[in-house]
């Protein structure tokens, strides 16, 4: 060290310097894990925090899809009930003919009925004249002793 230009005050100075210069760029270095390690938790929050909202959407699409077939279900099932409901409009119509071809059908019997009550009446008055013709006939007979 003798043939060193350097005082040794100045190369504990340097090596101060050196020393503080080290330990400043470990706090440095430090600050840096420190943040970056935050950096790090955050990230795996906002990962997990996006696997869930993912995880949520995908429901989401699975109750939207449960809907849409529910809903596809309950149009099918009115769509067969209308058709039900046609078909049972048009079998009251259909029975409704049939119940007024049937009314007409026994007004045409009552009547026809009528019109044979009547013509027995008459044949009956006929046959009652005829009995009553031959009655008198009979009785002429019984008192015309030839």
């Known amino acids: 060290m003798l043939n060193d230009p350097i005082p040794p005050e100045q190369h504990r100075q340097q090596a101060e310097g050196a020393r503080e210069q080290a330990e400043d760029r ?3 270095a430090e600050h840096v894990r ?3 390690e935050e950096h790090r938790i955050s990230a795996e929050s906002a990962r997990s925090e ?3 909202f993912r995880r949520l959407a995908e429901e989401a699409r699975d109750v939207r ?3 849409r077939e529910a809903l596809e279900a309950v149009r099918r099932e009115r769509e067969q009930l209308r058709e039900a409901g046609e078909m049972a409009r048009a079998a009251a119509e259909e029975a409704r003919l049939a119940a007024e ?4 059908a026994a007004v045409d019997a009552v009547q026809a009925t ?3 009550l009547q013509a027995t009446l008459a044949h009956m008055k006929i046959v009652e004249d005829l009995r009553r ?3 008198e006939i009979r009785d002429v007979n019984k008192l015309d002793p030839n």
């Open 26 to 28: 470990r706090e440095s």
């Open 34 to 36: 420190g943040f970056t």
């Open 50 to 52: 996006a696997e869930t």
């Open 65 to 67: 899809d449960e809907h």
């Open 101 to 104: 071809a049937a009314r007409r």
């Open 114 to 116: 009528t019109e044979t």
């Open 133 to 135: 013709t031959m009655r």
